[in-house]
């Protein structure tokens, strides 16, 4: 039986792999991998069902776990084999070199004047490629600045544009929160995140009140959302006009935690008192 294997790389970079072994795989463990040219070292991150149903909604139209496969899709690439102690040392080898790899990159960067910057360098296990991950603002015509690092790296070179929120998701950090980022640690993909969220939740328009590590919107604005509007729909509207035994009030502001409605009286001397929700709701329904 083939299994499905998610397996991880570095900068939360996860991919899709079957196992035709009987032999298990453990979460964590090394493994080789089979990659477009040659191979790639990574950590198993999710098995069996699990990694089934991630790569069902995120695969890139492989044949791995589609129930009906397309009959042009590409054969799943394989795990190839456990890794050893030696694949281990050689993978953590690479990974100390990537800081000045990325160094000699934003020399060449600089030299050939390209507005972009480098966020990240990877190589491969085999050191058949190196993939360098970079920001900029427009399109960037990098053709002669991959001659150039193809020639000083003596490999094949990736040039990778990714936006702001992939950065921080490879860099990892700490959000205002004081926990792990979550694209890092645990989010499954980046969803939009829009300024009408935070409103609805009546939070501080603020950017720097409401933006992440990224400076893009938090990705926890979505998180309670939901909560808020289906709370929200049991009290009445803000501005809204409600008829009270004191007369004619007009909701000033609802507090969904405390469960109470400030009001402010349309009559007399505009008074404002702050009424438990489901008071509100008897004086209303006594009129």
């Not at 920001?135 to 990098?142: K, S």
Request: proline share 5%; charged share 30%.
């Amino acid at each position: 039986m083939t299994d499905v294997v998610e397996v991880r790389f570095k900068g939360n970079r996860k991919e899709y792999f079957s196992w035709p072994s009987a032999e298990p795989l453990a979460l964590h463990d090394p493994v080789i991998v089979e990659v477009e040219r040659g191979q790639d070292f990574g950590r198993v991150s999710a098995l069996g069902p699990v990694a089934a149903k991630k790569c069902a909604g995120g695969c890139n139209g492989c044949s791995l776990a589609a129930a009906a496969p397309p009959a042009d899709a590409p054969p799943p690439r394989r795990v190839l084999r456990r890794a050893t102690a030696i694949d281990a040392a050689q993978a953590e080898q690479l990974h100390r070199e990537e800081d000045d790899v990325r160094r000699r990159v934003m020399e060449q960067v600089n030299r050939h004047a390209l507005s972009m910057k480098v966020s990240d360098a990877e190589w491969q296990w085999d050191r058949k490629k190196l993939t360098v991950y970079f920001t900029a603002e427009q399109r960037v015509d990098f053709r002669a600045l991959v001659r150039d690092l193809a020639s000083a790296f003596r490999t094949r070179i990736e040039l990778r544009q990714i936006g702001a929120r992939d950065e921080a998701k490879r860099l990892d950090g700490v959000g205002r929160c004081g926990r792990q980022y979550c694209c890092s640690s645990w989010l499954p993909e980046l969803r939009p995140v829009s300024l009408a969220l935070a409103k609805d939740q009546h939070l501080s328009l603020n950017p720097s009140q409401i933006s992440g590590g990224c400076g893009r919107l938090l990705c926890c604005l979505r998180y309670e959302h939901d909560f808020y509007v289906q709370t929200r729909k049991r009290f009445p509207k803000e501005g809204k006009t409600v008829r009270t035994k004191v007369g004619a009030e007009r909701v000033l502001a609802v507090d969904i935690f405390r469960e109470t409605v400030t009001l402010r009286s349309e009559e007399g001397g505009g008074d404002t008192r702050v009424l438990a929700l489901e008071r509100l709701k008897a004086e209303v329904a006594d009129v």
